[in-house]
């Protein structure tokens, strides 16, 4: 069947749904489509929540009904062809869509290591479909032992959460020598390991799985040193690659780190097709390598780009660059990180400076729930320009971190943030003479005068 649409949008996570509200504010009078594969699809980020936190994992729910609402058609189908050529999106149901301007959000896939094993019964993928997740939930929680394999930021959720859940022993296993080694210098990781292990996580670093073992289902874990390890379930929290396969075989040109090539307003090298989300490729805000980051963050901000430029450049705003910006809870410390890491930024040959800084996040300190707040800033050395950023603290770190994220963005100086004016309270933020981030700042002000 033959169907006509004006904006033709794949998929219907953060970036699909954000790209579609804001193509209906700037084109009212366009008729737009969004194409879901997934019936009941979630929240990305609240995977790891559904466990325990959230009452009902049905509560992650992510509904496409206030788009529908605003006369948004969405259809539960799949895009297997996308006609350049006729400016068409052949589906899985054989429906045939045209389009004027098309947006693919199609997302990623959860990396599926090639270890021997992996395809038994018992290990499960975060993949974002509501029936898939509560299906797996309900078998993890019969079991007594659970390996996370993956000490990123959904690894190291996955094991806080199910850690919750005091009939399981949760044991998290990753390759390199620290988690969240790729977002956090030593310091903070091993704020958020000393967490884990008092929530009673087995933190397992240096740990290589060379084969799950058992006859149909998981029954046993071996290591690379030799060791094994009895567990009735394994979640692959290792990370996700862009779903380029549509883009790929209309012949959408791909970046070197293989999400789809887009320029500055997410469009790729078709001008009548954008692409937005993990699917499409990240470049860093410094160096403007590849760089595999895939937050709902990101694809919201790409999506408002594409969204309003559809038909013409409306919003002259133009990504520059991934920040690489995060944040997590564990076990009621918040971790936050923006650009670069000292390690990294010295792995890629920056003269840098960084400053520090420690605190309380009240004053005075002896308010009820007063807690630590350790600061970190990375400057460009002979610039004095702010590079990075990390924070390990209470609820207030939360915000803190996008401070710093938009210090980075407006490429702020050093002297700036040392006399940056603030708004403070007793309850709500540490004192104005001990404000964290004008102390980190002045910390890297006088090294830099050594």
């Known amino acids: 069947m033959s169907k006509k649409t004006d904006i033709l949008i794949l998929g219907a996570g953060p970036a699909g749904m954000v790209s579609a509200a804001v193509a209906h504010k700037y084109y009212p009078s366009k008729k737009i489509t969004i194409i879901k594969s997934i019936d009941k699809g979630v929240i990305p980020c609240g995977i790891p929540y559904m466990f325990s936190s959230l009452k009902d994992p049905d509560e992650n729910k992510l509904s496409t009904q206030p788009l529908e609402n605003k006369g948004i058609e969405v259809v539960v189908d799949e895009a297997v062809k996308i006609d350049r050529s006729r400016k068409t999106v052949i589906t899985a149901c054989g429906n045939e869509y045209s389009y004027e301007k098309l947006i693919l959000a199609v997302g990623s896939d959860p990396i599926k290591p090639c270890i021997p094993g992996i395809d038994k019964k018992g290990v499960y993928l975060a993949y974002k479909d509501m029936e898939y997740l509560k299906k797996a939930i309900s078998e993890i929680k019969g079991h007594k032992n659970v390996l996370i394999l993956g000490g990123g930021f959904i690894g190291v959720e996955f094991a806080d959460e199910i850690a919750k859940i005091k009939s399981i022993n949760v044991y998290l296993a990753e390759v390199l020598p620290r988690i969240l080694a790729n977002s956090f210098d030593e310091e903070f990781s091993s704020l958020a390991e000393d967490r884990l292990k008092n929530k009673g996580v087995k933190l397992m670093t240096g740990s290589k799985v060379v084969e799950i073992a058992g006859k149909d289902k998981v029954e046993k874990i071996c290591f690379e040193n030799g060791s094994d390890l009895f567990v009735e379930s394994v979640i692959l929290g290792i990370g996700a690659v862009p779903n380029t396969k549509l883009a790929a075989e209309a012949e959408l040109d791909l ?27 990240k470049r860093d805000f410094y160096t403007r390598k590849d760089a595999p980051v895939m937050l709902a963050s990101t694809a919201t901000a790409e999506a408002r780009i594409a969204g309003a430029n559809l038909y013409s450049v409306k919003v002259v705003r133009e990504i520059k660059g991934t920040i690489a910006i995060y944040s997590t809870y564990l076990n009621g410390l918040v971790l936050g990180s923006a650009g670069l890491t000292e390690g990294s930024a010295k792995k890629e040959g920056f003269e840098i400076v960084a400053g520090n800084a420690e605190g309380i996040d009240k004053h005075p300190g002896s308010l009820p729930g007063a807690g630590k707040i350790k600061l970190k800033l990375i400057f460009s050395k002979q610039s004095g320009i702010i590079m990075g950023g990390q924070v390990a603290g209470g609820i207030s770190a939360g915000e803190m971190i996008n401070i710093i994220g938009m210090a980075i963005q407006q490429r702020v100086s050093v002297t700036e943030l040392e006399t940056l004016q603030v708004a403070t309270h007793p309850y709500l933020t540490s004192a104005p003479t001990m404000y964290p981030v004008v102390l980190a700042a002045q910390d890297a002000s006088g090294k830099m005068l050594m």
Request: net charge negative; proline share 4%.
């Open 255 to 281: 970046g070197r780190g293989k999400g789809i090539w887009v320029d500055e307003y997410m469009r790729t090298t078709d001008p009548d097709i954008f692409a937005v989300g993990d699917c499409a490729g």
